[in-house]
C-alpha cells in the first residue's frame, strides 16, 4: 500500500468510527430507536471518513505532501543554529508573527516562546513552543506545534506546516 493510501486509511480510522459513534449515540437518543441510531450513526460514519479521507488525499495530491498525509497532529523538531541563543530567540520571535502566531508567553532567560494561531476552517488553532537553550558552537531550537483542542485526531498537515514554516524562516541565510 502507497504512503498515500496508509495516510487516508489512518485518516478514515481516526474520523469515522469518532463520527458514527457519536451520531449513534445522538439519534439513538432522539429516535428512542438503538437500532436505528446504529444504523444510522454507521452509516454516517462510513460517510463522513469517506469525505473527509477523500478531501485530504486530493489535497495531499495538490500539494505534493501525499506521504505525510495521516501524520501524526503533534510534530516536534529540534534544529541547530550557529548564531548564538540570543539572536536565534529574536529571530524566532520575528518568525512566529509571520506564521502569523500570537505571542502569548515571552521568557528570553529560559529562551522560551509560547504562541497560538488562529481558528480557522481547517484547525480550532494550534498552539506553538519554540525554546531556545545555548550551545558552546551556537544554539539549539526546539520547535514543536501541536492542536489547542486536546481531542483533534486529523488536523489536515496544520501543525506539520507550522513546524516547517519556522524551521525554514529560521535556517534562511541571513
Known amino acids: 500500500m502507497s504512503p498515500l493510501w496508509r ?6 480510522l481516526r ?13 439513538g437518543l432522539i429516535s428512542g430507536s438503538v437500532w436505528g441510531g446504529v444504523i444510522a450513526g454507521l ?10 479521507s477523500g478531501f485530504s488525499v486530493i489535497r495531499a495530491r495538490r500539494d505534493g505532501t501525499g506521504h ?20 536565534s530567540f529574536a529571530m524566532a520571535e520575528r518568525v512566529l508573527a509571520e506564521v502569523p ?8 532567560a529560559a529562551g522560551v516562546l509560547t504562541a497560538r494561531t488562529k481558528v480557522s476552517w481547517m484547525s480550532w488553532g494550534e498552539n506553538l513552543q519554540v525554546v531556545v537553550s545555548e550551545r558552546p558552537d551556537g544554539s539549539t531550537v526546539e ?14 498537515g496544520r501543525n506539520l506546516q507550522n513546524v ?7 535556517t534562511i541565510p541571513a
Open 7 to 12: 495516510g487516508a486509511t489512518r485518516i478514515f
Open 15 to 27: 474520523s469515522g468510527p469518532i463520527f458514527g459513534i457519536v451520531m449513534a449515540l445522538y439519534l
Open 43 to 52: 452509516i454516517g460514519g462510513l460517510l463522513f471518513g469517506a469525505i473527509i
Open 68 to 87: 505525510e498525509l495521516g501524520a501524526d497532529v503533534r510534530q516536534q523538531v529540534s534544529i541547530e543554529m550557529e548564531r548564538p541563543a540570543g539572536e
Open 101 to 108: 502566531a500570537t505571542i502569548t508567553q515571552r521568557d528570553p
Open 143 to 156: 520547535i514543536s506545534s501541536r492542536p489547542r483542542l486536546p481531542i483533534t485526531t486529523v488536523d489536515y
Open 164 to 170: 516547517r514554516s519556522i524551521v525554514r524562516a529560521l
